[in-house]
């Protein structure tokens, strides 16, 4: 007897050309969950840190997608980067951002991820990406 693994159905890692196929982390494309974390001061007085908190816990579909640790690993290196620069660009730290500006960096990493997603890589030979310059937040 012959034995049949179906591979459709086991997860994928959203990077292109990455082959794992198991043990994928789920991954919130905007990094909501830095936020959940930097405003928590917040929850007493704001409605829509709540609501923010909540959103996050739902894990909806259209906020994440799956990556293989490796990946996961160097899609959050890239975001360091970012999130660095942004806290340069406004000297202070992320708990006092506003949540505009909280919006504004997440759409940022979240236009990373979509650019990084689709550029073929093997992960035991990442490419060296040059980042995009920071704009004005
Ligand atoms: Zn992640
Ligand atoms: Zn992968």
Same mark, same amino acid.
């Given at each position: 007897?012959?034995?049949?693994?179906?591979?459709?159905?086991?997860?994928?890692?959203?990077?292109?050309?990455?082959?794992? @196929? %198991?043990?994928?982390?789920? !991954?919130?494309?905007?990094?909501?969950?830095? &936020?959940?974390? $930097?405003?928590?001061?917040?929850? *007493?007085?704001?409605?829509?840190?709540?609501?923010?908190?909540?959103?996050?816990?739902?894990?909806?579909?259209?906020?994440?997608?799956?990556?293989?640790?490796?990946?996961?690993?160097?899609?959050?290196?890239?975001?360091?980067?970012?999130?660095? @620069? %942004?806290?340069?660009?406004? !000297?202070?730290?992320?708990?006092?951002?506003? &949540?505009?500006? $909280?919006?504004?960096?997440?759409? *940022?990493?979240?236009?990373?991820?979509?650019?990084?997603?689709?550029?073929?890589?093997?992960?035991?030979?990442?490419?060296?990406?040059?980042?995009?310059?920071?704009?004005?937040?």
């Amino acid at each position: 007897m012959k034995l049949r693994i179906n591979l459709t159905n086991v997860p994928r890692c959203s990077k292109a050309g990455c082959t794992h @196929r %198991a043990l994928m982390h789920r !991954h919130h494309t905007s990094h909501q969950w830095m &936020w959940v974390r $930097a405003f928590a001061i917040r929850r *007493s007085k704001e409605k829509k840190y709540r609501s923010f908190v909540k959103a996050y816990g739902r894990f909806n579909q259209k906020d994440i997608v799956l990556l293989c640790p490796g990946h996961h690993g160097e899609i959050h290196e890239l975001y360091d980067d970012i999130i660095t @620069r %942004a806290i340069y660009s406004h !000297h202070v730290p992320l708990e006092c951002f506003s &949540w505009r500006q $909280a919006n504004r960096l997440m759409s *940022s990493l979240r236009s990373r991820y979509l650019k990084w997603k689709d550029i073929e890589t093997n992960i035991s030979n990442p490419p060296t990406e040059r980042l995009e310059p920071w704009g004005d937040i």
